[in-house]
């Protein structure tokens, strides 16, 4: 993948020429990752610029005052949004239909830039238009970052940072853009928001014991036949909540999973089912191999909500935290005791501004809660 990426950009490049307000370097030093530093550099009338080391260990130079901001892909734009929505000058990609319904016209109006990963369609003579004073890539910090970021970094003279994220970490990650934008009191809220849910679910899965969990598949793709397995980075909340009966041994780390046969779902025969959106939770009913399956056969099956991001990944990154709520007042309300419209009202006001309706909500869990 990174060679095809690299590839890519090497001959779009030979198609535009970028014309930078600085020169960024890196190093590798191997470092953790840091508050920024203060450099003394620049010309007079140019951005000063400051030392931010990432989570590649890479020391980039940055603008101390960032108000441009590209996301790298989806992961990176849906953590960047509650933050930093008014600095973007691009999106990586279009948004849902979904999404508006909950977010600003003025959001859907951007520029598509295109992504680093994923489909690694970046364009980019849409990023020279653009302008951004920074690309940033969040996510997963996969052996290859370092080289990814300065191959990106160096064909288009744009600052190229990385910053780590698990859903356990992602309260760091919040607090590391804060310092790196200049938010550190707005990241800091969203950075307590996420502990206090992580938290929350532990708390909650302590109660039920490793027994109780539910046991739960979760299909997906145009037939349902695909799942995501256990021990799978997109199958994290899945394995934190319910016992994950997709048991598999090649675990495939896309996030369409792993294919499989409806013999392979009757043989696991889970209690519940959660199907994605856009899978075949409308017409399973009708489907006979399904009903032999108990989750289907009792009615113990729902779909994932979507509105503006499917709420347990897709991509896999802070929609999981309503994404842990809604799963776990699903799966077990004596210990979860959620109000889930008011659960759900607050994550759309802190992740997207959106003041969320009550009709809204209720059209978004038609299929997740109501049977």
Request: aromatic share 8%.
């Amino acid at each position: 993948m990174r060679k095809k990426l690299i590839s890519m950009l090497l001959a779009a490049s030979l198609l535009v020429t970028f014309t930078t307000a600085c020169s960024p370097s890196a190093s590798t030093p191997g470092g953790k990752e840091s508050a920024p530093e203060t450099s003394a550099q620049g010309d007079p009338g140019q951005d000063k610029l400051i030392s931010f080391t990432d989570s590649a260990g890479r020391t980039v130079e940055v603008p101390a005052n960032i108000t441009r901001i590209a996301a790298s892909g989806t992961m990176a734009q849906i953590v960047l949004f509650p933050l930093a929505a008014d600095q973007f000058v691009g999106l990586a990609g279009k948004w849902d239909p979904s999404a508006q319904e909950y977010l600003d016209q003025q959001y859907a109006n951007l520029p598509i830039l295109g992504q680093f990963y994923g489909k690694g369609d970046l364009n980019l003579e849409e990023i020279a238009k653009a302008d951004p004073q920074i690309i940033i890539d969040i996510g997963d910090t996969k052996p290859s970052i370092a080289e990814d970021m300065d191959g990106i970094m160096n064909q288009v003279g744009i600052p190229t940072v990385h910053i780590g994220a698990t859903t356990e970490t992602m309260p760091e990650t919040y607090r590391t853009l804060g310092k790196l934008l200049n938010k550190e009191a707005e990241a800091e809220v969203l950075a307590q928001y996420c502990e206090e849910v992580f938290k929350k679910t532990e708390d909650i899965m302590a109660k039920v014991g490793e027994d109780g969990k539910a046991n739960l598949l979760y299909c997906l793709g145009e037939n349902g036949l695909n799942v995501l397995a256990k021990g799978s980075y997109h199958a994290e909340i899945l394995d934190q909540i319910s016992n994950n009966a997709a048991v598999i041994n090649d675990v495939s780390s896309k996030g369409n999973g792993n294919p499989v046969d409806m013999e392979q779902i009757i043989l696991w025969d889970p209690d519940v089912i959660v199907f994605a959106p856009d899978s075949i939770y409308s017409t399973v009913s009708g489907e006979k191999s399904w009903q032999e399956v108990k989750a289907i056969k009792n009615g113990k099956y729902y779909e994932v909500p979507l509105g503006p991001y499917n709420w347990m990944g897709s991509p896999p990154s802070v929609n999981r935290y309503i994404g842990m709520i809604w799963l776990t007042q699903l799966l077990y309300p004596e210990q979860a005791q959620y109000d889930l419209y008011k659960e759900t009202a607050r994550y759309y006001k802190l992740f997207y501004h959106s003041d969320l309706t009550e009709e809204q909500y209720k059209a978004l869990v038609e299929n997740s809660v109501f049977k």
